[in-house]
């Protein structure tokens, strides 16, 4: 299969272009050829979706919007499997775990459709003003334009639609730049917004490498917003090149998880063997960092260890697989370095670690030190360190001890521990009783530290894919 960037409708494959290959992580073979976009295909992109915003998108109503929306999602139900599959294929995500990110990314596109028709604004007292009889103050939320959205590889389908979807029911035009590792589901996304009844145009897909199209995206200035997903560095560059557009920014975290003594240790045990693993840990608020205190600190450990070594690992395609491949070779060569060092530093390897190829067995490595690699720097991957304390003050204070902060999970049954500890932790969101990694598509998600700007979750993103404006009538009585 031959893929390229789909650019006011037309697909863009010619036999000149550079091109990179997608490598299915679990089999080594050769899942598609991808025509790469170069710098005047971009810009092709990022003016046709101006023109197309101008001339069509801007001026849609909200019904139309919404039902657009809601026909990409019974498309996206009837395709459910095709999808699923692409997404084993392409990122080596087990079959389960790519099937509920299929269901999660249908919920965005339906909250997508039901809030384009709720883009409501305020009428303002303007009479609360010295000299503001007789005016009448309106704010409404009008779409900002064009919006350029990059997405990473390990949720291809969802956090793409948690752009493109709230882009769209805002009224604006995007232009897509999915990971290159991951372009398939993005190409299928495209063309299922197409069948759904969108406009060319209104999404733009271009093909290309971070560094060449990506850069170039970031800097067009017709785009008015950039959101990011994916890593740190990127990150810090996209903010420091963006110029005077909005940014959201998605970044990754080393996410810390505590487990009080008056916690449900078995129900702690199962959140965070799927929180730490699932997905091999690529996952943004994988749990890397769990606390327990001292009193089950032994008991938790061994449960732990007993369930994780009770994941299925192997082929991805197999419904009974828990941990497949990581993204390549070279990802999982890292992890496994790094568990290395912690092991040389004086760190114990109570479980896993080990690397065939791009698998890497879960590891639960105890006695760290806070400087390890393994405990300071976001892994993403198949490693989590557990960590004994005494006091809710100490957890407290070694969560907050992170350059990051995005989700964090804690285990206690005391309402008020749970109220206050949420209320210190220097986190974007808390769960209580629930792994730093769980996460619905309807709630606000994002990071404050480096773990990011801005929030999604649809009804969040929409409002940063907006602008407000002020319209005021002088009255005459
Ligand atoms: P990455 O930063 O390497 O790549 C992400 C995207 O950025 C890709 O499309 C890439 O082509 C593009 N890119 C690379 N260089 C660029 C540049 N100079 N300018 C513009 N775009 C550029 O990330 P990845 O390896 O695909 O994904 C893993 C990272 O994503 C992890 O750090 C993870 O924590 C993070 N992540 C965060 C969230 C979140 O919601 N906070 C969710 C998932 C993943």
Known sequence: MRIGSIINGTERVGEDRNTIDVINPYTNEKAAEVALASREDLDAAVNN???????????MPAHERSD???????????????FASVIVEEAGKPIKHSRSEITRSIQILKFSSELAKHMTGEVLPMDAALRGENRMGIVKRTPIGVVGAITPFNFPLNLSLHKIAPAIAAGNTVV??????????????????????????????????????????????KVKK?????????????????????????LGSN?????????DIDQAVTSLVLGAFGFSGQVCVSAQRIYVQKG?????????????????????RDDKTDIGPMITKEAASRAKSWIEEAREQGATIETGGSQDGTV????????????????????????????????????????????????????????????RVSDQLEMGGVWINDASTFRQ??????????SGIGREGVKYAIEDMTESKFIGIKLNP
């Not at 657009?68 to 095709?82: P, S």
């Not at 089950?296 to 991805?316: R, S």
């Not at 198949?382 to 100490?394: A, G, K």
């Open 68 to 82: 657009i929306l809601r026909r990409a999602a019974e498309i996206l139900e009837e395709k459910a499997e095709e």
């Open 176 to 221: 897509f730049k999915p990971a290159e590792k991951t372009p398939i589901s993005a190409y299928m996304l495209v063309k299922l917004f197409q069948e759904a009844g969108l406009p060319n145009g209104a999404i733009n897909l271009v093909m290309g490498t971070g560094e060449e199209v990506g850069s170039a995206l970031v800097t067009h200035d």
């Open 441 to 450: 598509d309807n709630h606000p998600y994002g990071g404050v530290k480096q």
């Open 49 to 59: 979706s101006l023109e197309v915003f101008q001339t069509t998108m801007k001026k």
């Open 296 to 316: 089950i600190y032994q008991e938790f450990l061994a449960k732990f260890i007993k369930a994780t070594e009770e994941l299925v690992i192997g082929d991805p």
């Open 226 to 250: 950039i959101t990011f997903t994916g890593s740190l560095p990127v990150g810090k560059t996209i903010r420091e090149t963006a110029g005077f557009k909005k940014v959201t920014l998605e």
């Open 360 to 419: 890497l067995t879960p590891a639960i490595i105890t006695n760290v030190e806070q400087k390890m690699k393994v405990v300071s720097d976001e892994a993403f991957a198949p490693l989590v360190s557990v960590m004994p304390f005494d006091t809710e003050e100490e957890a407290v204070s070694r969560t907050n001890d992170s350059i990051y902060g995005l989700q964090a999970g804690v285990f206690t049954k005391d309402i008020d521990r749970a109220m």
């Open 255 to 263: 996410s810390p998880n505590i487990v009080f003594e008056d916690g």
